[in-house]
């Protein structure tokens, strides 16, 4: 590293400034080292990130028992057309308790991550 040239003394002048980013301990902070407006404490951020790992562990099992809820529904409509009544009968009496609420958990979530994606894009105009 060299030294910046030396002032001359003029009034006006100023000291060169070199390539490097913080040659100078007493400058001013940069934007990259100021502390945000709103900053989370750790205990937090890490609360934060253990509730959104558990949501997104809901969420893709709330996927997977739609799926395999829909595919338990075509079996039992073919196994109806052959006449075995039971896997539909068990279908529809889980529909309401266990098959409705799975569908609208996962289309609920659908149109909050549409919402967050257009707020944020939103945002950045």
């Known amino acids: 590293m ?3 040239p030396a002032n001359s003394g003029a009034p006006g002048d100023r000291p060169a400034r070199s390539a ?4 100078n301990p007493g400058a001013a902070a940069t934007t ?7 900053q989370l404490t750790p205990a937090s951020t890490s609360l934060l990130q253990r509730l959104k790992g558990w949501l997104d562990l809901v969420l893709v099992a709330d996927v997977f028992l739609v799926i395999a809820a ?3 529904f ?7 057309s052959r006449g075995v009544e039971a ?3 068990l279908f529809q009496q889980l529909w309401e308790p266990l098959f409705t609420p799975a569908i609208g958990l996962l289309m609920a979530a659908a149109l909050l991550s549409g919402a967050l994606g257009w707020w944020r894009r939103r945002g950045q105009r």
């Open 2 to 4: 060299t030294p910046p």
């Open 32 to 38: 990259e080292e100021r502390p945000a407006k709103a």
């Open 20 to 23: 490097e980013p913080n040659d």
């Open 87 to 89: 896997p539909l009968r």
């Open 70 to 72: 829909a595919l338990w």
């Open 74 to 80: 075509a079996a039992a409509v073919l196994l109806h």
